[in-house]
């Protein structure tokens, strides 16, 4: 038997597969946390913002433009929290690429860049996803965090990743919980072994950092009751957490 070209056959194997499927996700929603465990167990699949992308600023009433574009694909949709989503990419557009200037108030509520964006992203893929017929699959930040392992395990076997056991899944997992995460962007680590986006905007400002606070519900220490009234009704307007439960229980 040609164990070479068995291998060869099926690392070309694994490689057609990575080019054919998309991790998809809003800015700050958790990709680069789930990059870099990807990429400690070898696995290395296309990411993608997609039509999210700031430097497009397209607003909520066109962002699901360009879904159709990945019909071919097989998607991985990673989603998370719109609120923590929203103050996490505040935190990223003002002080590591500093391309927002304004208050939070205003960015919040901005139809190019603030919390509409966000749901009318994620739905319009979300409503798609009965049409991808090679494959579709979602994962929350929220569900990553509540069992990184099993999530992982899920992510995994989606891309059709073999031999990838439970014991490295785990490992990597542990490896990159936040506090090591954070301690090992601070020393430098990250930064050594994937480049500038883990280089920090403002040294001596924790939220200038990549891994950042990450915590569940961490909207509270940047938004008000307006803000959170706010969020509410466009949340309650487009039935945004009903659709993502369905989702994720299918």
């Not at 164990?3 to 809003?26: E, K, M, P």
């Not at 200037?101 to 960015?107: E, I």
Request: charged residues 25%.
């Amino acid at each position: 038997m040609n164990f070479a070209g068995t291998r060869q056959n099926l690392a070309a194997r694994i490689v057609f597969l990575w080019q054919r499927t998309r991790i998809v996700s809003y800015p700050n929603s958790g990709r680069t946390w789930l990059r870099v465990m990807l990429d400690e167990l070898g696995v290395r699949p296309r990411f993608t913002h997609a039509q999210s992308r700031y430097i497009l600023a397209l607003p909520a009433t066109a962002i699901a433009e360009g879904v159709e574009n990945y019909r071919h694909r097989r998607v991985l949709m990673l989603i998370r929290n719109p609120k923590d989503t929203t103050c996490s990419n505040y935190h990223q557009v003002t002080k590591r690429g500093k391309k927002w200037q304004g208050d939070f108030k205003t960015f919040l509520r901005h139809p190019n860049y603030g919390f509409e964006r966000i749901l009318a992203f994620n739905l319009a893929w979300l409503d798609a996803r009965q049409r991808f017929h090679r494959g579709f699959h979602v994962e929350s930040y929220e569900g990553m965090c509540a069992d990184t392992p099993m999530a992982l395990r899920r992510i995994v076997d989606f891309l059709n990743v073999p031999g990838v056991g439970d014991a490295a899944i785990a490992a990597a997992a542990a490896r990159n919980r936040f506090d090591r995460m954070k301690a090992r962007e601070q020393s430098g680590e990250l930064f050594a072994q994937h480049g500038n986006r883990f280089s920090a905007g403002q040294v001596d400002d924790p939220d200038s950092r990549k891994a950042r606070r990450g915590r569940i519900g961490g909207h509270v220490e940047d938004m008000d009751g307006e803000d959170i009234a706010y969020c509410d009704e466009l949340l309650r307007r487009y039935r945004y957490d009903e659709i993502v439960a369905a989702a994720l229980q299918s």
